[in-house]
């Protein structure tokens, strides 16, 4: 015990250092946004390869009821095609009038580019939860693309690396997503207070609106993150807000955050289009 004192006393002034040296970088990253950014697009290129190694291991023992999982969903995609083909020809037998019903949804999804990604890192149990997916800047990946899992939404990517990107979930505070009643088209903002994972909450949803226990809630598509009818979940309950004009709709979550393993990327194409020629606008004016 001795000799440990007498170490410490005589290295004092080194961890004295050390500890002035992290709590330097601590107030850096966290009251600089441009450094801030840099520490998470570098820190999240090295714990991505990390978390991909440790994924692929657990992920090989899942791969059975994974591939339970897509046979049972490849058949209820079977059945859906098959139930939406039969009400487009009872609601309307005119084939070009149909056609042209089909060529218009198909347009509309024209505007977005879909990417694959595997979850390589989660986490529900904290306030402010991120998850790490294999997919980054090289796979065509930019920042505040939607991503979806094959249940439901899932939240938007908010850093980008070479290999990996980073997606702030639903199951985190600072996340606000604009969704409506599929019933009655009126929208409020889906977001989450910090405790049970299965629940986030519709808010400042109009009390002069219908709705009923049990109707779905799906995108609004007044953003560029997602298009309009991504299934969210179902209410369950409601209680009025702070503002008695405005209900929050309890909402259980389609998406089983705790179970993520393979999600989707909804990038808006046009959006893009219109970002990369404003930036390159503001590049040209510097010269």
Known sequence: MRNLIDFLIKNSAWFVFFILEIICFYFIFSAN????????????EIAGRVYSVSSSIFAYFGLK?????????????????????????EIQPDTLRSQALLDEYNTSLGNYNLINAKVINNDISVANNYITINR???????????????????????AVSENYAVVQPVLNKDTKISC?????????FLSWD?????????????????????????????????????FVGTIEDYRSQANDNFYSLKIKLATNFGALSNVILIENLKEQEERYLLEKQVKDAKK
Request: proline share 3%; aromatic share 12%; net charge negative.
């Open 33 to 44: 946004s441009y450094q801030k950014s840099v520490y998470l697009n570098s820190s999240n």
């Open 65 to 89: 009821e994974e591939n339970e999982l897509l046979l049972r969903q490849n058949l209820e995609l079977q059945l859906l095609v098959h139930k939406l083909a039969n009400a487009i020809y």
């Open 136 to 158: 980054g800047r090289r796979h065509g990946v930019f920042n505040e693309a939607g991503v979806v899992s094959a249940e439901g939404i899932v939240g938007f990517v908010k």
């Open 180 to 188: 409506k009643v599929k019933s009655s088209n009126a929208f409020g």
């Open 194 to 230: 910090g405790g049970d994972p299965q629940y986030a909450s519709l808010v400042d949803y109009p009390k002069f609106e219908k709705f009923v226990i049990g109707d779905s809630i799906i995108t609004s598509g007044y953003s560029d993150m997602f298009p309009e009818g991504i």
